[in-house]
């Protein structure tokens, strides 16, 4: 038999312990969920993707006012410059 080293048998109780979780082991089939659940679960999905799709378009807007801001500050700059 091999030796398969510390680092696995580290690993296996954390493959072990995520299939409890999913429910599922070798005698068992996994669940299909009921109508209710998967339509709560879509619903849940919807509003978190619009809520990311909001902060999508929040972080663009500010990434603009700083590459506006970053274009005025170099502008300031280049005219300091000439200026001297």
């Known amino acids: ?5 510390r680092g696995a048998q580290l ?3 954390t493959v072990f312990n995520q299939i ?3 429910g599922v ?3 068992q089939q996994s669940k299909i ?3 209710e659940i998967r339509a709560r679960h879509i619903a849940k ?3 978190l993707n619009r809520r990311m799709d909001k902060h999508i378009l929040d972080l663009d807007d500010l990434n603009a006012l700083l590459e506006a801001n ?6 300031r700059i280049e005219w300091w ?3 001297k």
Do not use: F, V
Not at 1 to 5: A, L, W
């Open 11 to 13: 690993c296996a109780p």
């Open 20 to 22: 409890q979780i999913i």
């Open 70 to 75: 970053l274009r005025e500050q170099r502008r």
């Open 1 to 5: 038999m091999h030796d398969i080293g």
């Open 45 to 47: 999905l919807k509003e």
């Open 33 to 35: 969920p009921s109508l």
């Open 81 to 83: 410059r000439e200026e």
């Open 25 to 27: 082991t070798m005698n």
